[in-house]
């Protein structure tokens, strides 16, 4: 019954801003993390970010640090990923997704539930 549904995806061009939604269901999230993930054509699951749901902390992969922000509404379970100044390499299926382990983990294998994705595409 857990749901995570994730909106905002589309097509951009470089250098542009996209806001991404996660709205997270089902369960109490007050002791997970949230990650984004991506895929992109032909290659396999990277790890994007995530927050700590209570607490507010992130963490960032280093190719989007700088560039990207998470953040998370606890009063409409939500969790956004802003991103900015898209590159050609952010074109990727996005997968909002939470874990119940208590700590950050780049691991898609640390995440037990997951949204269906949304694509977001850049153009050059």
């Known amino acids: 019954q857990v749901q995570l549904v994730e909106s905002g995806g589309g097509l951009v061009q470089a250098g542009d801003s996209l806001r991404l939604a996660c709205a997270a269901s089902g369960r109490s999230f007050s002791t997970d993390i949230l990650g984004w993930f991506r895929q992109g054509p032909g290659k396999g699951r990277q790890f994007v970010a995530a927050?700590?749901?209570?607490?507010?902390?992130?963490f960032y992969a280093d190719s989007v640090k700088g560039r990207f922000t998470v953040s998370v509404d606890r009063a409409e379970n939500t969790v956004s990923l802003e991103m900015k100044n898209l590159k050609d390499e952010d074109t990727a299926e996005y997968y909002c997704?939470?874990?119940?382990?208590?700590?950050?983990?780049?691991?898609?294998?640390?995440?037990?539930?997951w949204g269906q994705g949304t694509q977001v595409t850049v153009s050059s």
């Open positions: 997704a939470a874990s119940n382990r208590g700590y950050f983990c780049t691991i898609d294998g640390c995440y037990a539930y």
């Open positions: 927050i700590n749901w209570n607490s507010g902390g992130t």
